[in-house]
């Protein structure tokens, strides 16, 4: 991967893609389960984090999107380097904590893993949801400049609880796009990068949306891929996908690490980032600068 962009610029952008993912994550976990109609109905358009929901959230807090990312990365800064069996390890100590809220597919595949020390479950045609893809953003970081390693480890990290195709296709495709965010690509070169996947998997394609934001991976991303190509700013991409309801925490974490790579830390809003715990914005910005400082990207910057 050719870097466009000065070493403290691409630092700028990584560590909005992590910043970016909780914010997602916190706007859009109080209205998910939650219809359009509803959302519009309850809020308008819901532009804050407000805390509340199904969950009864404190105004910023996150959920199992960030906490599952935060996961990966504190394994892989430990280990200084990839081990999936600590990745999994820290699945578990994070399932033992009784978190405020994880999938019924993530706890099956952990449970798997802390019972048999399984670390990849076996194919179900019923695991193409969205708990491998929204916790992949570590992954894009660690393995920026070598493609056959993104491919590698974003497979290996979902597959500890989801083993489908198209969850596999969601996590590689997502790395890339946020990688070449990274760098400072345009977003028609992302438009161009995204269509092989579109050949390949079709039914990823979101042109023309059909308005669907549910735990199934394809209406994820084509949620995503919809409110970031129309988004002019990280808030317009973030509000409009949040609002779109559904399964609004993973769509908002997702949009919001692919928005925050492409639009860098200083898009986010600083309304909204005052409303991040203290503590979890430290090691947020911590792990992620340790992340790219262990990439094949950064170990070349940094000489």
């Not at 998910?32 to 804050?48: D, N, P, Q, V, Y």
């Not at 999938?103 to 099956?108: E, I, S």
Request: some cysteine; glycine content about 10%; hydrophobic content about 40%.
């Amino acid at each position: 991967m050719q870097a466009t962009l000065q070493y403290e610029e691409v630092r700028d952008r990584v560590r909005g893609a992590f910043l970016g993912l909780a914010i997602g994550d916190a706007l859009g976990a109080p209205v998910e389960f939650m219809t359009s109609g509803e959302i519009k109905a309850r809020h308008g358009i819901l532009k804050e984090l407000v805390g509340g929901g199904w969950l009864r959230l404190k105004p910023g807090q996150v959920t199992d999107d960030t906490d599952m990312a935060l996961c990966i990365a504190r394994a892989v800064v430990s280990c200084q380097g990839w081990e999936l069996s600590a990745i999994a390890q820290q699945f578990s100590v994070w399932l033992r904590s009784k978190p405020v809220d994880v999938g019924d597919t993530c706890r099956r595949g952990i449970r798997d893993f802390m019972l048999k020390g399984q670390l990849e479950t076996p194919f179900n045609a019923w695991d193409a949801g969205n708990g491998a893809v929204m916790r992949l953003l570590p992954v894009a970081i660690l393995t920026m400049g070598d493609d056959s390693l993104l491919q590698q480890y974003a497979v290996a990290q979902a597959r500890i609880t989801h083993n489908h195709p198209l969850s596999d296709a969601a996590c590689v495709w997502l790395g890339r796009l946020v990688q070449h965010s990274f760098t400072g690509s345009s977003k028609s070169r992302l438009r161009r990068e995204l269509e092989t996947l579109l050949v390949e998997h079709p039914q990823f394609k979101f042109d023309p949306y059909h308005g669907l934001a549910t735990g199934y991976v394809v209406d994820t991303m084509q949620t995503v891929f919809h409110y970031f190509f129309r988004g002019k700013d990280f808030e317009s991409c973030l509000v409009g996908t949040v609002n779109q309801g559904g399964d609004a925490d993973t769509t908002g974490a997702i949009i919001g690490a692919l928005a925050g790579a492409y639009y860098g830390e200083e898009g986010i809003p600083h309304r909204w980032l005052k409303k991040l715990d203290r503590h979890l914005m430290n090691e947020i910005t911590r792990l992620a600068e340790e992340l790219l400082k262990l990439s094949p990207y950064g170990r070349e910057m940094r000489g």
